[in-house]
């Protein structure tokens, strides 16, 4: 059943429309990776490991590519839209009252902003992972260096026990006892 343009609405109806048309709007109108979609720091590339900790504690970024998906599918959908709008203009007009030509193009407008901003989103994302993997990198070649094993020596002292090594017996753990026997040449010849 379609209602003609000048029909009447309940009075319930007005309050509900005033709310949820904009709610429902929100999506339509979102350049999320634009917004929200933040990227590393500026030169973070020639940057050095104290620098790029400060750089992560300072500025930290965004880098999930969820924001950048949904513009992108929100960009589809405009694009989708905006062809709708011109494959049948003059029902479009009779239901909206609107100029076809004019909210079709707005429609791809959009479409163009929201695909600038899943690029630029996109982008942000790569970046920012990009600087997660070097800070990680910078983070372990710093603790590589630092590792050592002299505090064992601190709490565990070797015993001297007064005896030069030369006249102590050799212990050998049993898997040496087994050297002889498993250290020739393996091969499948009948001399073996």
Known sequence: MRYPPTARWPKW???????????LLIPFFSGCSLLFAN???????NANAQDLETMALTQPCTNSK???????????LNAVYGIAIFSDKDDFEWKTDLNANFAGSMA????????FSTHKGNNHAND?????????EERRADTGAQA???WLDEF????????ASQDMPAITPPVWGFRSVFSGPISNSPEQ
């Open 13 to 23: 109806i007005k309050p509900i429309r005033a709310i949820l048309t904009p709610l």
């Open 156 to 163: 565990s002292p070797v015993l001297d026990l007064g005896v």
């Open 148 to 150: 050592t094993y002299n």
């Open 128 to 136: 920012c992972r990009a600087f997660g993997a070097r800070l990680l």
């Open 108 to 115: 791809f407008v959009w479409t163009g902003i929201l695909g």
């Open 39 to 45: 990227g590393p720091a500026p030169g973070w590339q």
């Open 66 to 76: 969820i924001l950048p998906i949904i513009d992108g599918v929100l960009s589809g």
